[in-house]
């Protein structure tokens, strides 16, 4: 089964609160935050206040994407602002292995995500230690971009390692998913998909959901 993660980035941020509410109604499975600090990516969005403002809006898992340098110091503000999963860049820490066991020891899901450069092997050597690899389908940053091709390829070979090596991690894409790129994901072999745009544009965003889970 696909689950599907909603980015509240591309939710109207003067209601916040009002968005995350329907997402439940929607059929969403989780909620994607996007943390950006204005240093690992070109963007400033939110911090743990406004997760933490959030999480009594919402009953679904907070599925939280740090795009930020030094993510090792926002592991315990993103814990004590209701985080359940927490996934890091590989381009921004030096010491992964050591930081997915430290969001585990706080009682949350983690992963590592990987920009479209970032060749896929990276994430090999620690994907026991990952309840979730989350592939970037655009450079991180903003919403609305096109999906990179190449990042199937990495889906593909992503699946067919874990598959090899009977490891039950999710695959996230994130970035550029709609209604033909969401198919794509899954026949490479993606379990969730991150959806911006596609949902919070839709004229029926339940019904957009519902097409790509497929
Ligand atoms: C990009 C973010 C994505 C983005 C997805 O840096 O990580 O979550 O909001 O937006 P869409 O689905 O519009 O590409
Ligand atoms: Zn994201």
């Known amino acids: 089964m696909i689950k599907i993660a909603p980015s509240m980035l591309s939710a109207d941020f003067a209601s916040m609160g009002d968005s995350l509410e329907r997402l439940s109604a929607w059929g969403a499975d989780m ?20 997760c933490k403002a959030l999480r009594p809006k919402c009953s679904l898992p ?5 795009m ?8 315990q503000p993103f814990k004590d602002a209701g985080a359940d999963i927490i996934t890091f860049h590989v381009e921004a820490e030096r010491h992964i292995h050591r930081l997915l066991q430290h969001i585990h020891s706080l009682g949350m899901k ?19 230690n990952c309840d979730m690899i989350l592939l970037m389908g655009v450079n991180p940053g903003f919403g609305g971009q096109s999906f990179i091709p190449e990042t199937l390829n ?34 490479a072999g993606a379990s969730v998909l991150v959806a911006g745009n596609a949902v919070f544009t839709a004229q029926d965003p339940a019904a957009m959901i519902g097409e790509l889970r497929g």
């Open 68 to 75: 930020v340098d030094h993510p090792q110091d926002w592991i």
């Open 31 to 50: 909620v994607h935050l996007d943390i950006m600090d204005g240093n690992f990516v070109p963007n400033i969005t939110f911090g743990p206040g406004m």
């Open 62 to 66: 907070f599925d939280v994407h740090l």
């Open 110 to 128: 983690a992963g590592v995500v990987l920009n479209p450069a970032t060749p896929v092997s990276t994430c090999f050597h620690v994907a026991e």
């Open 154 to 187: 990495k889906i593909a070979t992503l699946r067919s390692f874990l598959d090899g090596r009977g490891l039950n991690v999710d695959i996230e894409v994130d970035g550029g998913i709609n209604r033909e790129t969401a198919r794509l994901c899954r026949e």
